[in-house]
């Protein structure tokens, strides 16, 4: 199987190459999409603080009602009468402090859903917008579970902060101040000093135990990338009966994620238990006060039940808020990964007066080309030479030549470090991106398929077209028939990167996606490596015929297939050290002569003309 010309950079670890984004910075990113919905947000607000009013309001309704029934021997018909406006104020703001949480819920469902929608479409319109350096260097299965996790954070986030952290501080300065307004300062000063205590170790603890997450974070990505790296490499694995040898190394991962999620669990426990000893302090302090208040005469026991009921609202939300804070953290760590790949650099971009390529014949040339896909290895030396439009030109030459190279140069997965390459005289780094890829088809040597049906794959090549248009180029690349003998036709599916058709099957696919895109340029990149020979016959036809009216390109191993090509060009070591007709090269009697007699003394078949190439 023909190498790249350069191996694959090593996968990057999850956060590689990223400075640690702060909780502000991460808030701070974070805010803008909310704010779309200010008119939302500020009437969420409102009801918040409606509802936290209501819930408020009942102990001192509650207050009012142990009071009036209460008999003392100033008041013994006090029990003769029914309170009947507090009972009906006491349901009405238990009811308020429903409706005001459900309608804070109603209006704020849409800009949280929103939110998560246009940062997950964000993040996944840049991953696109990256470089080909930028994947290479990833493992696709840590990166989605990031994504996955960063988005399930924005929901956490917002939820945990705006329904749980801001009702409990508006309710705690409303007891506060109603505690400063009508009793004795020790209550506030103790409920005071417990709130600040509680806070402070919360944080403190907390802060220590986030770098437990993002290790676990960091440990997660990894194994899932290991899991998904196996499965879709399943028939591998099963040549090489290495079934245990996955699974051990798949556990590996497990294992040290185990102790990770160990030792935050363990870190836990201390934080929970610390969190209950403050709180039960507390509670004991103010019961104690407001009890002895009552043997003093001072409160009564309306007062009584007012403070325990305040203590009670404050105990179960100041309780909860330990692990609201926890959560807030580790969604603010799930976030910062998700908001780490938006801050990824695009390393081609679009100028901004970049504009759209019209072709007018499409020649292609490349003028002077230095290329390394690392600063200590260069691949590509002073390429230069031209396509004249509408004609055929050959690459060949040993594998790691760089053959491969100048067609992701062509596409513009990377820039050049010197030179240029233009296309009717325009260069590509003054186009955009897109008038440029879509001006250029290409039938890979591995062709990968999406998971779904045939008629989709094909229609990949010009999304929107019609169903005779998926047929028409389903038969110029002499698959229909194929497809026709499935059980499902069309709607067939073809698995996992296409693994239900054969290497030659997927190949006619990709040729017959290309030809419904139209494309003015073609590249085949050893377009019929898995192709027989009757295959070849079939459809080399057609291809040669539309192929006259196209710049292509033709990246070779096997000679015979371009030896009708308008100009070949002989690689070695990134240089080309030959170029001319397939009978000039072979007059030459260099490189491309001693491939050729290398070839014709291994095969027996006969030259065929470079359209079968085309197939």
């Not at 008041?75 to 804070?104: C, D, I, K, N, W």
């Not at 934080?271 to 009890?291: E, K, Y």
Request: hydrophobic content about 45%.
């Amino acid at each position: 199987m023909r190498r790249h010309s350069s191996p694959p950079p090593a996968p990057a670890k999850p956060g590689e190459g990223t400075a640690q984004r702060s909780d502000l910075a991460t808030l701070k990113t974070l805010l803008p999409y909310l704010w779309v919905y200010k008119w939302r947000v500020l009437l969420a607000m409102l009801c918040l603080v409606g509802a936290k009013m209501a819930n408020v309001g009942v102990p001192l309704v509650l207050k009012q009602l142990v009071d009036q029934m209460n008999v003392t021997p100033t008041h013994p018909q006090a029990m003769l009468v029914l309170p009947l406006g507090v009972l009906v104020a006491y349901g009405a703001l238990r009811l308020s402090t429903t409706l005001f949480t459900e309608l804070r819920e109603f209006l704020f469902a849409r800009v949280t859903q929103r939110a998560v929608r246009t940062i997950a479409l964000q993040v996944f319109r840049h991953l696109h917008a990256l470089s080909l350096r930028f994947h290479l260097n990833r493992q696709t299965g840590g990166m989605t579970r990031d994504i996955e996790r960063g988005t399930r954070g924005v929901s956490s986030l917002i939820a945990y902060t705006l329904f749980n952290i801001l009702p409990t501080l508006v309710e705690i300065t409303l007891v506060l101040t109603y505690l400063v307004l009508h009793y004795d300062i020790w209550f506030t000063i103790i409920t005071a000093c417990a709130l600040l205590l509680y806070i402070a170790f919360t944080v403190v603890v907390t802060n220590w135990r986030t770098h437990f997450r993002r290790t676990m974070n960091d440990l997660d990505s990894k194994a899932n990338s290991r899991a998904i790296d196996s499965l879709i490499n399943y028939e591998t694995v099963k040549y090489f009966s290495n079934e245990d040898y996955e699974a051990q190394r798949y556990d590996q991962g497990l294992q040290s994620f185990e102790g990770a999620a160990v030792k935050s669990q363990t870190s836990l426990s201390l934080l929970n238990t610390g969190q209950s000893l403050i709180i039960a302090s507390a509670v004991t302090l103010i019961l104690w006060r407001a009890t002895q208040g009552v043997i003093d005469g001072t409160m009564t026991l309306g007062d009584l039940v007012l403070v325990n009921a305040f203590m009670i609202q404050l105990y179960i939300p100041l309780n909860f808020l330990g692990v609201i804070y926890r959560e807030i953290k580790q969604s603010l760590a799930d976030m910062e990964r998700l908001f780490q790949l938006l801050d990824q650099h695009r390393d081609i971009a679009d100028k901004t007066d970049a504009t759209p390529l019209a072709p007018q014949g499409a020649e292609v040339r490349f003028s002077h080309v230095n290329f390394s896909y690392e600063s200590t290895r260069q691949i590509l030396f002073d390429v230069d030479f031209t396509i004249a439009p509408g004609t055929t030109t050959a690459l060949v030459g040993h594998s790691g030549s760089g053959k491969s190279t100048m067609s992701r140069l062509l596409f513009r997965f990377y820039d050049v470090d010197s030179g240029a390459i233009t296309i009717d005289g325009h260069d590509l780094r003054d186009m955009t991106q897109r008038s440029l890829r879509g001006a250029i088809g290409i039938v890979p040597q591995d062709t990968v398929l999406f998971n779904d049906t045939i008629e989709y794959n094909i229609a990949y090549g010009k999304p929107g077209a019609s169903h005779a248009d998926i047929v028409a180029a389903a038969k110029a690349a002499s698959i229909h028939d194929f497809i026709e003998s499935l059980p499902d036709g069309y709607a067939s599916m073809v698995g996992e990167r296409g693994l239900k058709l054969s290497g030659g099957e997927k190949q006619r696919v990709a040729i017959a996606r290309t030809l419904l895109k139209n494309p003015a340029i073609l590249i085949f990149d050893e377009a019929t490596s898995a192709l027989d020979s009757r295959a070849e016959q079939a459809i080399q036809a057609q291809l040669k015929e539309i192929a006259k009216s196209r710049t292509t390109l033709v990246i070779a191993h096997r000679l015979s297939t371009v030896a009708d090509a308008e100009q070949i060009l002989v690689l070695d070591h990134g240089r080309i050290v030959e170029r001319g007709t397939h009978l000039a090269l072979l007059g030459a009697g260099g490189l491309y002569a001693q491939m050729w007699q290398r070839q014709q003394a291994k095969a027996d078949d006969v030259p065929v003309s470079s359209a079968s190439l085309l197939a």
